[in-house]
Nanobody, 120 residues
C-alpha cells in the first residue's frame, strides 16, 4: 500500500515557475516508478511525466518537454515536478501516481491532486 500526498500547487503568472512535490508513505517507495498526470476542466486526465524507480529513465508529454523536469529523492520518499515557463494551458489539477513500472503508471496508486492555475 502506498499513500501519496501532493503539494506545491497554486496561482502563478504565465512564464513563471512552480515545483510540485509528492510525498509517499511506505518503505517500498524506491521500488516504484512515479508519475505526474493532470486534468483540466472538461478534459481527460493526461500523463505529464514519469520517472523510473532509480531515476535513470524519465519520459515527458510533448506539451511539456523542455519546460518541465521530474526528479525523485528516494531517501525522502518524494518525487518532484519542476514546472518552468508555465502557460495558461498548463492550468489543471495535477495528480501524483505510483506503479511498479513506467509502462503501468496510472494503473496503481493515486494522490488527491493539487490545483495549478496559470494566469495570462
Amino acid at each position: 500500500q502506498v499513500q501519496l500526498v501532493e503539494s506545491g500547487g497554486g496561482l502563478v503568472q504565465a512564464g513563471g515557475s512552480l515545483r510540485l512535490s509528492c510525498a509517499a508513505s511506505g518503505r517500498t517507495f524506491s521500488s516504484y516508478a512515479m508519475g505526474w498526470f493532470r486534468q483540466a476542466p472538461g478534459k481527460e486526465r493526461e500523463s505529464v511525466a514519469a520517472i523510473s524507480w532509480s531515476g535513470g529513465r524519465t519520459v515527458f508529454a510533448d506539451s511539456v518537454k523542455g519546460r518541465f523536469t521530474i526528479s525523485r529523492d528516494n531517501a525522502k520518499n518524494t518525487v518532484y515536478l519542476q514546472m518552468n515557463s508555465l502557460k495558461p494551458e498548463d492550468t489543471a489539477v495535477y495528480y501524483c501516481a505510483a506503479s511498479i513500472n513506467i509502462a503501468t503508471i496510472g494503473q496503481g496508486y493515486w494522490g488527491q491532486g493539487t490545483q495549478v492555475t496559470v494566469s495570462s
